[in-house]
C-alpha cells in the first residue's frame, strides 16, 4: 500500500508570492490533515478535512487555505507570502473513525526568500 | 487550555543505556496518546499508541509506553538504545477530529 506522498519535497519562493503544496492520502483513507513544522514553533495544526470538507481549522490567517477533492487528494495553498511561512508542510491522512492514527507524508520544504 | 509538555528538548543517552521520554497532557477527559518519532528530513512514524485497555502499551522497535491517569502522563520507554533511535520524538494526543502535538525531544545516541 503507498504511503501518503507530499509534493513538491522542496521549493522556494519569493516574499510575495503564493505556493500550493499537494497531498495524495493512502487508498482508503478519507481524512487528510495538514501540520507547520518550525523549529521555534513544532507542529502546529492548520486544517483537516474529511469527505471534502473542513472540519477543523487551527488558528492561522486568512492566507492559509486548502480544500480536498472526491479522491482525497489535498491542496493547501499559501498566499502572500511572508518569510515566517518557511516551514516543513507535513500532511497526513487517516481514516473516517475520529482519532484514529495519523500517517504522515515527508513533507514539503517551503523555504521563503 | 488543552496542551501536550515535553518538559526535555534535548537527551543524551550512550548506546544500550535505557532511555525514558517524558510526556504530560492537559485535557478533561483521557484523551487517545500516540508516540511519533521523525528522523531527519523524514515525516513522522508512529511508534505506539494507547486507545484504552491495558496502560502499557508495545510499540516498534522496542519501544514501550505507560499510561499514569492520576499523573496525566504518558512517558515513552526503550531497555536498550541503538544508535539508529537518534531521532526526535514527539507525544501526541488525539480529540475528535483533531491531534496536539508536544515540542519534541530530541535524542542522541553517543556510540
Known amino acids: 500500500k503507498a504511503g501518503v506522498t507530499q509534493t513538491p519535497r522542496y521549493l522556494i519562493k519569493t516574499r510575495g508570492q503564493q505556493v500550493t503544496l499537494s497531498c495524495s492520502p493512502i487508498?482508503?483513507?478519507?481524512?487528510v490533515s495538514w501540520y507547520q513544522q518550525t523549529p521555534g514553533q513544532g507542529l502546529q495544526f492548520l486544517f483537516e478535512?474529511?469527505?471534502?470538507?473542513?472540519?477543523n481549522k487551527g488558528n492561522f490567517p486568512g492566507r492559509f487555505s486548502g480544500r480536498q477533492f472526491s479522491n482525497s487528494r489535498s491542496e493547501m495553498n499559501v498566499s502572500t507570502l511572508e518569510l515566517g511561512d518557511s516551514a516543513l508542510y507535513l500532511c497526513a491522512s487517516g481514516t473516517a473513525a475520529n482519532t484514529g492514527e495519523l500517517f504522515f507524508g515527508e513533507g514539503s520544504r517551503l523555504t521563503v526568500l | 487550555a488543552q496542551s501536550v509538555t515535553q518538559p526535555d528538548i534535548h537527551i543524551t543517552v550512550s548506546e544500550g543505556a535505557s532511555l525514558e521520554l517524558r510526556c504530560n497532557y492537559s485535557y478533561g477527559a483521557t484523551p487517545y496518546l500516540f508516540w511519533y518519532v521523525q528522523s531527519p528530513g523524514q515525516g513522522l512514524q508512529l511508534l505506539l499508541k494507547y486507545f484504552s485497555g491495558d496502560t502499557l502499551v508495545q510499540g516498534i522497535k522496542g519501544f514501550e509506553a505507560e499510561f499514569k491517569r492520576s499523573q496525566s502522563s504518558f512517558n515513552l520507554r526503550k531497555p536498550s538504545v541503538h544508535w539508529s533511535d537518534a531521532a526526535e520524538y514527539f507525544c501526541?494526543?488525539?480529540?475528535?477530529?483533531?491531534?496536539?502535538f508536544g515540542t519534541g525531544t530530541s535524542l542522541t545516541v553517543i556510540p
Open positions: 487508498s482508503g483513507h478519507r481524512s
Open positions: 501526541a494526543v488525539g480529540l475528535g477530529n483533531q491531534f496536539y
Open positions: 478535512y474529511f469527505s471534502e470538507t473542513q472540519r
